[in-house]
């Protein structure tokens, strides 16, 4: 039997490994966790999300939703599993993380092509072809082998975690429960505040004790997920022009109108546990209990988790992958996920699935032909391996990375509807042609 190692379980790994197992090769799957854990997991579930619960909008006629669109009609396990256990989010796409993460690591555990080995990995194997998908938390012994092969220069950057806490403690008198301009159900708590308590809360951020970066170390952040204190410091009114924007969420029976408000979103099913949006942080956990304790509903919030910074991991993709995400100097060697530069839980995946299916598809002798630039996942397969700029940033996707034929619509609206139709009938021309 034809035979793949796939080095990490997080989204893209464990996409991969399902990927390529279903096509009949043999794969050796290694997820160093719970033997070596990191400063961010809180589990040894695989395909676990770390950042937040949410994967991003699930709104028709969004980049996001099309990605997520993409993959359910690929048979995504990852898609499957999230689709199965969402919970209440608006507009998003947000999971049960349990329940999700243990339907995944069963399936993987269990599927009879995958070798589940618990083991970390501190060198890259010699047989080939072997998929590194450990993601932004990627080893030190294995990231000193990665920078043998590209150079230790630009390796990462940081990124930091929301807090979490514990619903029954919220004062639900001062808080109240809708979705920006009444957009999908009010599945959004929202703790409001007029602009002396907005201009307190700033002032304490900025004031708040942070972690310290070691002296050898460059804190330089991917500007979708900024720390609450970085946006502070920035300008009194950064914060209320980003992550605390008023805007949309009047009062839904006095019609107020507020200076700020931060926005809570639940973690489960069950509602026992709220996510603070937009308030990623590096503050030490007694400053963030006594800074965020100052939002109105939040005065005896209890905390489940406290928000942490960790290093992020990736390579500069296009000057060292193929579009098939191969390594320019050794074909049998893929890069796949958060490494290559793509940012957010679902474009993980897509990239452990591209890598996962075209492997399967060479190592069967099967033609296989990469999806056009006009989907979404080709998109961000240009992107991660056409030289652009020099500044090689990781990017969600967006429209902005689609590439359109014919006269540009003027029209945003109507533009980015005839984007997604594009890229539907591109992608199902395309599985139809490449996947037969």
């Known amino acids: 039997m034809k035979r793949l190692t796939v080095i990490g379980a997080g989204l893209a790994g464990s996409e991969a490994a399902w990927q390529a197992a279903e096509r009949g090769i043999s794969v050796t799957l290694y997820e160093m966790r719970p033997t070596v854990n990191t400063a961010a997991h809180q589990s040894d579930q695989c395909a676990e999300l770390v950042c937040s619960n949410s994967m991003g909008s699930n709104l028709s006629g969004s980049a996001p939703h099309l990605l997520k669109e993409e993959l359910r009609r690929l048979g995504s396990l990852v898609m499957r599993s999230a689709d199965r256990h969402s919970v209440p989010a608006g507009g998003a796409l947000a999971v049960d993380r349990d329940l999700y993460g243990k339907e995944i690591t069963q399936a993987l555990e269990n599927h009879p092509n995958i070798e589940f080995r618990r083991e970390e990995l501190k060198s890259i194997p010699a047989d080939r072809p072997v998929i590194i998908a450990t993601g932004p938390l990627t080893s030190p012994d294995l990231s000193e082998e990665i920078a043998k092969i590209i150079g230790s220069e630009h390796l990462y950057f940081y990124d930091a975690l929301s807090p979490i806490i514990d619903a029954d403690t919220i004062d639900y008198s001062k808080a109240f429960f809708a979705s920006r301009y009444g957009k999908g159900t009010d599945d959004y708590l929202n703790c409001p505040m007029n602009r002396e308590e907005y201009q307190k809360f700033v002032d304490e951020i900025n004031g708040a004790k942070k972690v310290v970066f070691k002296s050898f170390e460059k804190a330089a952040y991917f500007e979708g997920c900024v720390p609450i204190e970085e946006l502070a410091r920035r300008g009194e009114k950064t914060l209320a022009f980003g992550p605390l924007k008023p805007v949309g969420l009047n009062h839904p029976e006095t019609g107020e109108r507020y200076a700020a408000v931060l926005q809570l979103r639940k973690e489960n099913k069950e509602g026992t546990a709220y996510n603070l949006v937009g308030c990623q942080t590096k503050m030490t956990y007694p400053e963030q209990k006594r800074v965020f304790r100052m939002a109105p509903g939040l005065e005896n919030a209890e905390f ?60 069967l002798d099967q033609v296989f032909e990469l999806p056009p630039a006009q989907t979404a996942i080709g998109a961000l397969l240009d992107y991660v391996s056409e030289n652009r700029k020099a500044n090689y940033q990781p990017m969600n996707i967006n429209f902005g990375l689609f590439l359109q034929e014919g006269p540009r619509e003027r029209d945003k609206k109507l533009r980015n509807a005839k984007i997604v139709q594009t890229a539907l009938d591109k992608h199902d021309q395309w599985m139809k042609e490449s996947l037969k």
Not at 306 to 329: C, E, M, V
Not at 339 to 349: D, F, R
Request: proline residues 3%; hydrophobic residues 40%; charged residues 20%.
């Open 304 to 363: 489940f988790r406290y928000g942490a910074i960790h290093r992020n991991t990736y390579i500069n993709a296009p000057d060292f992958l193929n579009r098939d995400l191969s390594l320019k100097t050794d074909p049998g060697l893929y890069f796949a996920g958060q490494i290559v530069g793509v940012e957010g839980y679902v474009e993980s995946c897509a990239m452990g699935m591209m890598a996962g299916i075209g492997i399967a598809r060479k190592l």
